[in-house]
């Protein structure tokens, strides 16, 4: 069963540092997300990108976030510069396109910052 | 502000036993609602999804949807340990707003 991925499971890094979280969809999907869920808090809208453009972002995806589509299969989020408050699970997710259709989940990046 | 709330847990329920989790949302025009079952640590995985009114089963699974009351649940027949988990009511197909979600205990 086709599956999202995402790359590295575990990332720590210092506080400034840009780190770049990569996830894999589903390959007949056309619409991409990112969620992030704070430790012990909710699950967390950051952006959704369809047609190679951003289609929706929330207040939290701010300057220092950014995703792109690089070769047709990847799905990336960059923070510029991670702050302290970062840390939390990034979730990518999926979904084919219709109206109805389920959003698939990767099984999420835990980001650590020091 | 679109909101999603979810019924105060943690629930506890004895094995075979019915677990009844509950969900209002604000967002009146909202069309697609899920549930999905998340273990610590892991990424949510969906149980059910609904989109009209009434009642949808799925094995021990069934979800109702009232969007007059703006009102979702899920019910988990014959519950059993392994159905111990937090359980996120969803809202919105994509850019989902997600609620705290319910943490269920099944004790044996």
């Given at each position: 069963?086709?599956?999202?991925?995402?790359?590295?499971?575990?990332?720590?890094?210092?506080?400034?540092?840009?780190?770049?979280?990569?996830?894999?969809?589903?390959?007949?999907?056309?619409?991409?997300?990112?969620?992030?869920?704070?430790?012990?808090?909710?699950?967390?809208?950051?952006?959704?990108?369809?047609?190679?453009?951003?289609?929706?972002?929330?207040?939290?995806?701010?300057?220092?976030?950014?995703?792109?589509?690089?070769?047709?299969?990847?799905?990336?989020?960059?923070?510029?510069?991670?702050?302290?408050?970062?840390?939390?699970?990034?979730?990518?997710?999926?979904?084919?396109?219709?109206?109805?259709?389920?959003?698939?989940?990767?099984?999420?990046?835990?980001?650590?910052?020091? | 502000?679109?909101?999603?709330?979810?019924?105060?847990?943690?629930?506890?329920v004895?094995e075979g036993?019915?677990a009844?989790?509950?969900?209002?949302?604000?967002?009146?025009?909202?069309?697609?609602?899920?549930?999905?079952r998340?273990y610590s640590?892991k990424?949510?995985e969906?149980i059910?999804?609904?989109?009209?009114?009434?009642?949808?089963?799925?094995g021990r699974f069934?979800?109702?949807?009232?969007?007059?009351?703006?009102?979702?649940?899920?019910?988990i027949?014959d519950s059993q340990p392994s159905d111990s988990a937090t359980y996120?009511?969803?809202?919105?197909?994509?850019?989902?707003?997600?609620?705290?979600?319910?943490?269920l205990t099944v004790k044996p």
């Amino acid at each position: 069963e086709p599956e999202v991925t995402q790359t590295p499971s575990h990332q720590v890094t210092q506080m400034g540092q840009e780190v770049i979280l990569r996830c894999v969809p589903i390959s007949n999907h056309l619409y991409f997300y990112w969620y992030r869920q704070i430790l012990g808090q909710k699950v967390e809208f950051l952006v959704s990108f369809y047609n190679n453009e951003i289609s929706e972002k929330s207040e939290i995806f701010d300057d220092q976030f950014s995703v792109e589509r690089p070769d047709g299969s990847n799905f990336t989020l960059k923070i510029r510069s991670t702050k302290l408050e970062d840390s939390a699970m990034y979730f990518c997710a999926s979904r084919q396109g219709a109206v109805a259709d389920t959003q698939y989940f990767g099984p999420g990046t835990r980001l650590t910052v020091l | 502000q679109k909101e999603v709330e979810q019924n105060s847990g943690p629930l506890s329920v004895p094995e075979g036993a019915i677990a009844s989790l509950n969900c209002t949302y604000s967002d009146r025009g909202s069309q697609s609602f899920f549930w999905y079952r998340q273990y610590s640590g892991k990424s949510p995985e969906l149980i059910m999804s609904i989109y009209s009114n009434g009642d949808k089963e799925d094995g021990r699974f069934t979800a109702q949807l009232n969007k007059a009351s703006q009102y979702v649940s899920l019910l988990i027949r014959d519950s059993q340990p392994s159905d111990s988990a937090t359980y996120l009511c969803a809202v919105g197909a994509g850019k989902s707003t997600f609620g705290d979600g319910t943490t269920l205990t099944v004790k044996p």
